[in-house]
């Protein structure tokens, strides 16, 4: 099945500089990566999430890029604001729609101020 | 709307005693799935069901069951709770064609 790994475990910036999460996936067959968002005591929400057939997307300050080849995906934040620090999750699925995410263990973001 | 909600939101439970937890969605959302979180491991996937009266399992579903009567309704029982059991657990929902899962707001359980 699929397996999801996710680096670093923790990561600390400071205010106004970049982040950069990164994730590898096993299956070739996976085509679905969302990123989900957890602060504090709340629940996972999606931030941004990619298909396959898109290589690169953009939503205001995050963005997540994808190669296929390599099996990796990567979760840019840019001009990091306090309110950023949560714990961010990678996710990957296959093309059914019965199969579910695998989750990666999950980023620990802290920004400085 | 009241989204996904679940049912309660903290629980301390002795070794052996049994509980079930409800996670209920007002979405009319066909999946639903039950996740449980520890510190550094991520969201592992116990059970899920695509729709009304099915279940499957996930990556972690031993000593757990669950069952999907109600389309609205998912029940995650655990028969004879371990102090491995002592988790936080997430429900969490999505329609058919759309990929995004809506979660509910988490169940602390502590076993001892």
């Known amino acids: ?113 | 709307n009241a989204g996904v909600t679940q049912t309660p939101k903290f629980r301390v439970l002795k070794t052996g005693q049994s509980m079930t937890l409800l996670c209920a969605q007002d979405m009319n959302h066909e999946y639903m799935y039950w996740y449980r979180q520890d510190p550094g491991m991520g969201l592992r996937l116990i059970h899920y069901s695509v729709g009304e009266g099915t279940t499957a399992k996930g990556e972690v579903p031993d000593g757990y069951n669950v069952s999907r009567l109600k389309k609205q309704n998912f029940l995650l029982g655990l028969e004879s709770a371990a102090p491995s059991q002592t988790s936080v657990y997430f429900c969490a929902s999505r329609p058919t064609g759309v990929e995004e899962q809506y979660f509910g707001p988490g169940t602390r359980l502590t076993v001892t």
């Open chain 1, 1 to 113: 099945g699929e397996n999801v790994e996710q680096h670093p475990s923790t990561l600390s910036v400071q205010e106004g500089d970049s982040a950069v999460i990164k994730c590898t996936y096993s299956d070739s067959a996976s085509n679905y990566f969302p990123w989900y968002k957890q602060e504090l005591g709340k629940r996972p929400q999606l931030i941004i999430d990619i298909r396959s057939n898109v290589g690169e997307k953009k939503d205001q300050r995050i963005a997540v890029t994808l190669n296929k080849t390599a099996k990796h995906f990567s979760l840019h934040i840019t001009e990091t604001q306090p309110e950023d620090s949560a714990v961010y999750f990678c996710a990957a699925s296959a093309p059914s729609g019965n199969t579910p995410l695998v989750f990666g263990k999950g980023t620990r973001l802290s920004v400085i101020a």
